[in-house]
């Protein structure tokens, strides 16, 4: 059970009391029950700064959210000692109303409820490091390292940097991460935020971005409040930011790879194109059909040393992939291509999609032991 279904579940079970209260004596009887709903939407904040801003919780937050602006006459006349324990025939219909709605969203928080979180094979430690990147713009850099038996963090490996699409942030690809770094790599994600970062400030915070970037893909077909040219050049930014820290803390000779997906893949292209050498290797994961044509095979637009095609993880490994700097991850389910794992963490997002669930996240551990299976043959061939 993830712990964004647990949360759902207390904040449901927090508003059961505050919606039968009209219909029963016992329950008006119990003072404190207008202080629940304020206690639901503090629970609900820490949900988003936890989990992110997921379509899956968005009915959850919803109905939390009317039940919290139509209580708060009542939240007053409490904190003033005053009787809260009467309704008018009005606000025994309009809480009737509100107990549809709460039905809605306990079958929709059953329904689409998020995959368990991923336990890899070997013991993974994960950190947080807080960087100033520039006046205005920040970046909160996520690190998991394999450990040793005794317990210590393992040091002198390879690194890889996750560059994950604008809905997905640094969320995009965790049990890829969990399954990379029990292979022993170190590997690097970061969610920045700051005025500067886009020119919308909404889109500066982390959460909202990437719940406007999948809303918009919901309902528009694309992210909001953002193009695609300011998306691919701010991506493009931060992966150089990503590629210089990691060259400063892990040491310029340090194998260093990227796993880019969705819109971060373009702007992986456009790095390999500019800096060549920056990098040993890295894997993409394009959806066709949001990017139907891949970089050309020659002309200036080529990727230098060109690239391998995997379609669909559960695919043939292509002849010889390990020999081409990169490999290309396709596939035209957009629930599981494109978008991170959200067809296991945001069942609901992807479903609107036009996806399925991913269940028991097989497809995102697939995902994440074929490019392990391919990080191997290219180090080995790399040697040779």
């Not at 709460?102 to 013991?123: D, K």
């Not at 699409?165 to 700051?194: C, K, M, P, W």
């Not at 081409?324 to 963490?345: Q, T």
């Not at 990080?375 to 040779?384: A, G, I, K």
Request: aromatic letters at 10%; hydrophobic letters at 50%; charged letters at 15%.
């Amino acid at each position: 059970m993830s712990d964004l279904f647990i949360g759902e579940i207390l904040v449901l079970l927090l508003l059961v009391p505050v919606l039968l209260r009209p219909f029963s004596r016992r329950f008006q009887r119990i003072n404190g029950i207008p202080l629940l709903p304020l206690v639901a939407i503090i629970l609900c904040a820490l949900i988003i700064a936890g989990s992110g801003f997921r379509i899956s919780f968005f009915p959850v937050f919803f109905v939390t959210a009317l039940i919290f602006v139509f209580g708060l006459i009542r939240l007053v006349r409490l904190f003033m000692g005053m009787p809260t324990d009467w309704y008018k025939p009005l606000s025994v219909a309009w809480n009737s109303f509100l107990l549809a709605i709460f039905a809605g969203s306990v079958i929709l928080a059953f329904s689409f409820a998020p995959e368990s979180g991923y336990t890899s094979a070997r013991a993974v430690g994960r950190s947080i490091v807080n960087e100033r990147e520039a006046a205005g713009l920040n970046a909160r850099i996520t690190v998991w390292n394999a450990t040793s038996s005794t317990g210590s963090l393992l040091t002198g490996k390879p690194v890889m940097i996750m560059a994950g699409d604008l809905s997905a942030g640094s969320r995009g690809r965790n049990t890829a991460a969990l399954e990379i770094a029990a292979a022993g790599y170190t590997v690097l994600s970061a969610d920045f935020s700051g005025l500067s970062e886009y020119r919308n400030p909404l889109l500066g915070i982390p959460l909202l971005r990437q719940f406007f970037a999948i809303g918009g893909e919901i309902v528009a077909g694309h992210p909001l409040l953002v193009d695609a040219e300011e998306t691919a050049a701010t991506q493009e930014n931060e992966l150089a930011l990503l590629v210089r820290y990691a060259r400063a803390t892990y040491g310029s000779s340090t194998p260093l790879y990227v796993l880019a997906e969705g819109s971060a893949s373009e702007s992986l292209f456009d790095y390999m194109r500019k800096y060549p050498r920056d990098l040993d290797g890295a894997v993409a994961i394009v959806n066709t059909a949001e990017t139907p044509t891949l970089p050309p095979l020659e002309g200036p637009s080529a990727l230098p040393g060109g690239y391998a095609v995997l379609s669909g993880v559960d695919g043939m490994m292509p002849a010889a992939a390990a020999s081409f700097p990169v490999l290309v991850i396709s596939g035209d389910d957009r629930g599981r291509y494109g978008f991170g794992e959200l067809a296991s963490d945001d069942v609901l997002a992807a479903r609107l999609l036009g996806s399925s669930r991913d269940s028991g996240k097989k497809c995102a551990v697939l995902t994440g032991r074929r490019i392990v299976a391919w990080l191997s043959d290219r180090r080995v061939h790399d040697r040779s």
